[in-house]
């Protein structure tokens, strides 16, 4: 079921909106494919805005186009450390943003709302890595997939010389993360 969208009033100088709020996602089919899109406007943004530092601590505060049109901005702290004797071993980047998609469109989604994004990596020279997310906001998706999501949800890639593993864990858009998102840990 789709609501439709209430017309802005406007009344002199005093613009008084009354815009229905979009409707939850209800399927996790919709859940993941929009969750994709979403997921890949954060990483264009953010290989975008991190080509801005290097080991060193540093505030963003920029905007990126995404892929079909629209943007997100990027607000929060960057922290990168590199060991330049050593550069295969104890290597980090740390972030913590606050991503707000204005009509960000990709993958035949729009996006628009706000995320918290946080990211902790780490590698060290045994061919070893850690990658850790955690997301948490609310986005409202249109196009291919329709609806309010409220996303608070944790991601976690562990990578040693021969393997590999992921998991989630939360939710998306009221749905198992691991679940929804097809990973098996």
């Given at each position: ?28 089919d919709d ?13 264009n943004g ?140």
């Amino acid at each position: 079921m789709r609501t439709s969208p209430m017309f802005c009033l406007c009344a002199g100088m005093l613009l008084l909106a009354a815009c229905d709020s979009a409707e939850a996602v209800n399927s996790e089919d919709d859940a993941a494919k929009g969750w994709v899109a979403t997921q890949s406007a954060l990483e264009n943004g953010s290989n975008s805005v991190q080509t801005r530092a290097a080991d060193t601590t540093v505030n963003i505060d920029a905007s990126a186009d995404c892929l079909n049109g629209g943007s997100a901005h990027f607000k929060g702290t960057l922290e990168t450390t590199v060991d330049l004797e050593n550069p295969t071993a104890g290597n980090s980047t740390n972030f913590d943003y606050t991503t707000t998609f204005s009509g960000c469109t990709t993958q035949g989604v729009t996006i628009d709302g706000a995320l918290d994004y946080q990211l902790m990596t780490s590698t060290s020279g045994d061919g070893s890595a850690s990658v850790n997310y955690a997301y948490s906001g609310e986005v409202t998706w249109s196009g291919d997939v329709n609806g309010s999501c409220v996303i608070d949800m944790t991601a976690s890639v562990e990578t040693g010389p021969t393997s590999v593993s992921a998991t989630y864990s939360g939710t998306v858009c009221g749905f198992d993360a691991s679940a929804t998102l097809n990973v098996s840990g």
